[in-house]
């Protein structure tokens, strides 16, 4: 069991903190573009319908880390996120790169997860 739970929790913690940050060259000034919105991604537990992770990753690492951080937030409650996410989100924990908050069975997905 050890020798799945070490990848799987490296994928996550790589996914959830990774920057997305671009390079001076790569950055572009809103000037002419309007404001874009994070998507609302929503999943159903135990429905395996995953399509809200799929459509905006091809990435099977990044899909296993959503599907871990649904399944074990237990595990990621303990995991502190390096980003600097507490500042500009509030996030306390890994969890909270991936799973914004669960009403019932839906949980809303936090977009940080894709890196």
């Not at 690492?61 to 996120?81: G, I, N, R, S, T």
């Amino acid at each position: 069991m050890k020798k799945y739970i070490y990848p799987i929790l490296t994928a996550v913690l790589l996914a959830g903190c990774s920057s997305g940050e671009q390079s001076a060259e790569g950055d572009h000034s809103s000037e002419g573009h309007q404001n874009q919105t994070a998507p609302v991604l929503t999943y159903e537990i135990g429905s395996d319908d995953w399509s809200a992770v799929t459509t905006y990753s091809d990435s099977p690492k990044v899909l296993e880390a959503y599907q871990f951080a649904v399944e074990h937030p237990e595990v990621l409650d303990y995991m502190p996120c390096y980003c600097g996410c507490y500042e500009e989100d509030g996030h306390t924990s890994n969890t909270n790169c991936f799973v914004d908050n669960v009403k019932g069975t839906t949980v809303t997905l936090d977009t940080m997860g894709f890196g």
